[in-house]
């Protein structure tokens, strides 16, 4: 199992290392110290404090001119807002200028970053075509220059978008090749990561048994996420083992409760009121998807949120 990193002692590290370049350092010095905040917030789960972090890093790596330090600052910060609270809108105008900044450098690996931003972000405001079209360049830049994790991601993202547009077959055949291009890296927990979010997709589909063997695959590795343990309340619950999908529903709601991407916490609550109303238990859905529909408008996921308003009138208004 691989050893977790302390993210005290790493702020420890970093918060010196910061003390000392400020006297002592340089520019670059003050960067790389900030970057290793950064992750030290990441490490320790705190998206807020991981963004302020990276954003003083990319200032001291502007005003140290290195190039390579710019280039991983854009990256840091797009990626901390994109999976944070900063809202779609702002993060849209971030990754234009980081895309115009990576065109005037003639930098492709920063275009297609930029780009991977598109899949995501447009699609959540029903813009699937704006969407799709940055998702297909990015990954074409990805294939030119052999980056490898770019077009697994890339793949990831327009599952993402492909269950927002409501085809969870598009969403499964990105997320296969997300999972081919991750196994030919040899990254086997990314591997266990896409399949976990394919089980989700397929229990969209209604194949609850292979959702279900992809669940029992990945758990040694993601039994413990908040994703993974909604996607396996929903299996349990298609199953009419209500008591327990409950249980592992209420799991999965706690333990997003604390973290700062408020989309996946949207997510798994919407996921939470499929298993409560399964179960009965109307106002317990109702109250769950509340809560998605709150967390949807604050990131600005209209789309998202729409389709949460929707569900939570249906429950007011059930079918006679």
Same mark, same amino acid.
């Given at each position: ?20 370049? $400020? ?32 954003q ?20 840091e ?12 809108? !702002? ?12 065109? !005037?450098?003639?930098?492709?690996? #920063?275009?297609?970053d ?6 995501y ?7 699937f075509?704006e969407a ?8 074409e ?9 770019g ?74 996420s ?21 249980? #592992?529903?209420? $799991? ?40 998605? #529909? ?9 789309l ?17």
């Amino acid at each position: 199992m691989q050893q977790r990193i302390d993210p005290d002692a790493l702020r420890a590290i970093a918060r010196r290392s910061i003390e000392v370049f $400020e006297r002592l350092g340089s520019e670059a010095d003050l960067a790389d110290a900030w970057q290793l905040m950064g992750i030290a917030e990441l490490n320790a789960g705190d998206r807020r404090a991981h963004l302020l972090a990276v954003q003083q890093a990319r200032r001291h790596a502007i005003a140290s001119g290195d190039l390579r330090r710019q280039i991983d600052a854009w990256n840091e910060v797009g990626g901390s807002m994109l999976f944070g609270r900063t809202p779609v809108e !702002e993060v849209l105008t971030f990754l234009d200028e980081e895309l115009e900044w990576g065109r !005037e450098h003639g930098l492709a690996s #920063v275009e297609a970053d930029a780009l991977l931003g598109g899949p995501y972000l447009y699609s959540r405001l029903g813009r699937f075509g704006e969407a799709r079209e940055r998702l297909e360049r990015s990954k074409e830049l990805c294939r030119e220059l052999g980056i490898r994790y770019g077009l697994a991601e890339a793949h990831s993202a327009g599952a993402q978008m492909e269950m927002l547009a409501g085809d969870p077959e598009a969403a499964e055949r990105e997320l296969r090749g997300a999972i081919d291009v991750a196994r030919e890296m040899g990254a086997s927990r990314y591997v266990s990561m896409y399949r976990v979010h394919l089980a989700r997709v397929l229990v969209a589909q209604g194949r609850d048994e292979h959702a279900s063997a992809e669940l029992e695959e990945t758990q040694d590795v993601y039994g413990w996420s908040p994703f993974w343990l909604a996607a396996r309340a929903l299996v349990l619950a298609r199953r009419g083992a209500f008591e327990e999908a409950v249980a #592992v529903a209420r $799991e999965a709601a706690a333990g997003s409760s604390a973290g700062d991407d408020i989309t996946q916490r949207a997510t798994i609550l919407t996921d939470v009121a499929e298993v409560l109303r399964a179960h009965g238990d109307l106002t317990g859905a109702g109250e769950a998807l509340a809560e998605a #529909v709150a967390l949807h408008e604050e990131k600005g996921n209209v789309l998202p949120a729409q389709r949460c308003r929707e569900l939570l009138a249906a429950l007011a208004s059930p079918a006679r």
